[in-house]
């Protein structure tokens, strides 16, 4: 079975020595997407009126659900992605820089909601979630592109950066969630999901 190896634009050496590749596994940023791009887009429809819910409580618990999700089937289980591929030590090794860009996401937030919950700011803290997490996703996109020496996760990680920005103009409105639902589906399902599905086709 061959390695979905993505390195450098020049080419390969006969050898295949394993330490000049790096290869991507898109499982991380797959169920990130789909995990968190599925609890914003019901978020904009509680924030739109579309639907209502018992207990305001219970949007903690949908984002909850959400992180569960994401934690359950990208990092312990590993849907989707190749057994063999995450053997290798440069996919360890992209999946912890992964790991830890996210780990730090959710310690940024984590931190601002206290402190704004603390200024008495809380009932805007959920507006800015979206913002950082999609700049996070940008600055994985560009490590990315460092680590393997392709072209393509450069646009991607522009495309995240410019949408943080657009975000972050949009807060207040419910369609902020929605427009980082169709964020999420761009810059990290359909991407992500490409790199298994080429995983599983070698």
């Known amino acids: 079975m061959s390695v ?8 390969q050496t006969s050898s295949h020595d394993s330490s000049h590749m790096v290869a991507m596994d898109g499982g991380m940023m797959f169920w990130a997407g789909l995990s968190f791009g599925t609890a914003s887009f019901v978020q904009y429809l509680v924030l739109s009126g579309h639907i209502a819910l018992i207990h305001p409580a219970m949007m903690g618990l949908l984002w ?60 805007n803290a959920a507006f800015v979630v979206s913002p950082i997490t999609l700049s996070v996703y ?24 410019a949408g943080a920005v657009a975000l972050a103009c949009l807060a207040g409105r419910p369609e902020q969630s929605l427009a980082y639902t169709a964020a999420l589906i761009v810059f990290t399902i359909l991407p992500g999901l490409s790199l298994l599905l080429r995983q599983n086709a070698n």
Do not use: E, H, Y
């Open 64 to 123: 909850m659900g959400a992180t569960v999700a994401f934690v359950l089937f990208g990092f312990v289980l590993k849907v989707g992605s190749d057994r063999l591929l995450l053997q290798q030590p440069a996919v360890r090794r992209f999946r912890s820089v992964w790991g830890s860009l996210i780990l730090g996401a959710f310690v940024v937030i984590a931190a601002l909601m206290i402190m704004m919950a603390k200024f008495g700011l809380g009932a």
């Open 4 to 11: 979905l190896s993505l390195t450098t634009d020049t080419p």
């Open 138 to 161: 940008g600055i994985g996109w560009r490590v990315a592109a460092l680590m393997t020496g392709k072209r393509w996760p450069n646009l991607l990680s522009l495309g995240c950066f």
